[in-house]
């Protein structure tokens, strides 16, 4: 009986190390999974939310308003930002201005400023295109007003 209780004892101690064993492994496991995920998450704090700067005031260096974001343009192939869009003159009737984004400086607030003195300054030195209110579409045959 004394060998029976023995080897009973000894597999219940061998079980019960095995266990805590594969405990402390799944535990540090989790964690070095953790650690993986957070060394493969982007470094978000040098990035801007688009729907965030679209819209916003673009002004230049003196603080004197030129016009609005509205819109982004991105290289097909790298995917990063190449130019923007600045909008000026009234919401619905205005001109466009097609301007390098490297000319352009984010805050962290995510105040633009366009590195031009002017207005004028603006519109000599970019692309312009007319920005107009659509016409009502009306069914086939009609005159739009």
């Not at 603080?63 to 819109?71: F, N, Y």
């Not at 590195?115 to 209110?133: I, T």
Request: aromatic share 6%.
């Amino acid at each position: 009986m004394n060998g029976k209780l023995l080897m009973t004892a000894l597999l219940g101690m061998s079980l019960s190390l095995g266990a805590s064993g594969i405990a402390w492994s799944v535990e540090h496991e989790g964690e070095e999974m953790g650690a993986q995920a957070q060394a493969a998450a982007p470094d978000m704090s040098r990035s801007y939310n688009a729907r965030e700067l679209i819209g916003n005031t673009i002004k230049n260096p003196k603080g004197d308003k030129l016009g609005s974001l509205d819109t982004l343009i991105l290289d097909r192939s790298t995917g990063q930002i190449t130019y923007g869009v600045v909008k000026t003159g009234l919401p619905v009737v205005g001109k466009s201005y097609v301007v390098p984004w490297e000319r352009f400086e984010v805050t962290p607030e995510q105040e633009l400023t366009l590195d031009v003195e002017s207005q004028e300054q603006l519109q000599s030195e970019f692309a312009a295109f007319e920005v107009e209110k659509p016409e009502a579409q009306k069914p086939e045959g009609e005159e739009a007003d």
